[in-house]
């Protein structure tokens, strides 16, 4: 195990570096980027919104007419521009390596304080819809495979499948006009985490306004979940209580609650064990771009979209970084909870 997880370890730098090097390659022919932005907020102070306008989208040289050229090469300067490419790349590199993620080009702020600034939101989002996910799916799954075949598997499996099919952008929009005072009634808070008046609220009335304007968000974003982990809870049950074992255990007179949940249920969880790291950092980083729009929730998602639209390219590289070592770590972490829920398999094959 220790070689293969030297390996891994090993194999994660030429990882990192191709999906770094591929998006700053990407990003050479990205038209729009922060120099172009900037000649075209001062063509606009010169010329007018109307000339402005035109000339946002235009190549660098287009861009620049009108600009003293003393001008243009500060601005370079200001970005980091008037350096060749291969050797902004090696900068990048190095500051990345020390875990210096840079300084965002517009909102005058290190990555990292952009980061840390989103993170609460995102965490709300995350940790709610990672638990709720587990806690309904698990329990809904193991029943569906003891009941398999029944009604209730039937109108059960009816219901999640219909829940995933809605994006979840979409049931925000119909959560919003059914309680958020769109149509009907406003039960529930339109945008945001906490109320105006949070500081002058009690412990418990902090707690009780933050649960209140999760609800909706959460809902949103937790229902499409629902139909994997439940069917693949479902199937991993089924394919335990048809096993060998389970027949012996019913032979020797155990009960059927004994079957279940003392040699049934570990065996059966090892897919969701596995997949606890993947799916708990999935929760933060992933799918939450349209909820945070749609609810005014001003997370990670929302951070990484604009840092794209405005082409703020130290938030793109170094948030694409952080989360690409994530996710790294996190497969790793995966391969080795294997390990520990199952001793029989280790990295060369199953004894």
Same mark, same amino acid.
């Given at each position: 195990?220790?070689?293969?997880?030297? *390996?891994?370890?090993?194999?994660?730098?030429?990882?990192?570096?191709?999906?770094?090097?591929?998006? #700053?390659?990407?990003?050479? #022919?990205?038209?729009?980027?922060? /120099?172009?932005?900037?000649?075209?907020?001062?063509?606009?102070?010169?010329?007018?919104?109307?000339?402005?306008?035109?000339?946002?989208?235009?190549?660098?040289?287009?861009?620049?007419?009108?600009?003293?050229?003393?001008?243009?090469?500060?601005?370079?300067? =200001?970005?980091?521009?008037?350096?060749?490419?291969?050797?902004?790349?090696?900068?990048?590199?190095?500051?990345?390596?020390?875990?210096?993620?840079?300084?965002?080009?517009?909102?005058?702020?290190?990555? &990292?304080?952009?980061?840390?600034?989103?993170?609460?939101?995102?965490?709300?989002?995350?940790?709610?819809?990672?638990?709720?996910?587990?806690?309904?799916?698990?329990?809904?799954?193991?029943?569906?495979?003891?009941?398999?075949?029944?009604?209730?598997?039937?109108?059960?499996?009816?219901?999640?499948? /219909?829940?995933?099919?809605?994006?979840? +952008?979409?049931?925000?929009?119909?959560?919003?006009?059914? #309680?958020?005072?769109?149509?009907?009634?406003?039960?529930?808070?339109?945008?945001?985490?906490?109320?105006?008046?949070?500081?002058? =609220?009690?412990?418990?009335?902090?707690?009780?306004?933050?649960? &209140?304007?999760?609800?909706?968000?959460?809902? %949103?974003? /937790?229902?499409?979940?629902?139909?994997?982990?439940?069917?693949?809870? *479902?199937?991993?049950?089924?394919?335990?209580?048809?096993?060998?074992?389970?027949?012996? %255990?019913?032979? *020797?007179?155990?009960?059927?609650?004994?079957?279940? &949940?003392?040699?049934?249920?570990?065996?059966?969880?090892?897919?969701?064990?596995?997949?606890?790291? %993947?799916? +708990?950092?999935?929760? +933060?980083?992933?799918?939450?771009?349209?909820?945070?729009?749609? #609810?005014?929730?001003?997370?990670?998602?929302?951070?990484?979209?604009?840092?794209?639209?405005?082409?703020?390219?130290?938030? /793109?590289?170094?948030?694409?970084?952080? +989360?690409?070592?994530?996710?790294?770590?996190?497969?790793?972490?995966?391969?080795?909870?294997?390990?520990? %829920?199952?001793?029989?398999?280790?990295?060369?094959?199953?004894?």
């Amino acid at each position: 195990m220790t070689s293969y997880l030297l *390996k891994r370890l090993l194999l994660m730098i030429p990882t990192l570096l191709g999906v770094i090097t591929l998006t #700053f390659v990407v990003i050479q #022919f990205v038209p729009g980027g922060p /120099v172009e932005q900037m000649l075209a907020e001062l063509r606009h102070g010169q010329a007018g919104s109307g000339e402005a306008s035109g000339s946002a989208g235009s190549s660098l040289y287009k861009g620049s007419q009108g600009i003293d050229g003393e001008r243009l090469k500060e601005i370079q300067a =200001l970005y980091g521009f008037d350096k060749p490419p291969l050797e902004r790349y090696w900068m990048m590199l190095k500051r990345f390596a020390v875990f210096d993620l840079g300084e965002s080009y517009f909102q005058h702020k290190s990555v &990292w304080e952009l980061i840390r600034a989103k993170l609460p939101v995102s965490i709300s989002l995350g940790l709610w819809t990672f638990i709720l996910t587990y806690l309904i799916s698990v329990p809904l799954g193991i029943a569906k495979a003891v009941r398999a075949g029944t009604r209730f598997d039937t109108l059960s499996s009816l219901v999640v499948l /219909v829940g995933y099919a809605i994006p979840g +952008f979409v049931l925000g929009v119909l959560l919003l006009v059914l #309680f958020g005072g769109g149509s009907f009634v406003q039960w529930f808070p339109l945008r945001g985490l906490t109320s105006d008046n949070w500081d002058q =609220l009690s412990l418990m009335g902090k707690v009780m306004d933050y649960l &209140w304007h999760i609800v909706l968000p959460i809902t %949103a974003q /937790v229902v499409g979940g629902f139909a994997v982990i439940t069917m693949l809870t *479902k199937n991993a049950f089924l394919e335990e209580i048809r096993k060998q074992y389970v027949l012996t %255990a019913r032979a *020797k007179g155990l009960s059927e609650r004994t079957v279940l &949940w003392r040699h049934v249920f570990r065996n059966a969880l090892i897919p969701l064990v596995t997949g606890f790291p %993947a799916a +708990f950092v999935g929760a +933060f980083f992933a799918g939450s771009l349209l909820i945070e729009t749609l #609810f005014s929730l001003d997370g990670l998602g929302l951070l990484s979209y604009e840092s794209v639209i405005r082409r703020d390219y130290p938030v /793109v590289l170094g948030s694409l970084y952080l +989360f690409t070592l994530i996710g790294l770590v996190t497969k790793l972490i995966s391969d080795i909870c294997y390990v520990l %829920a199952d001793p029989r398999i280790h990295f060369e094959g199953i004894d």
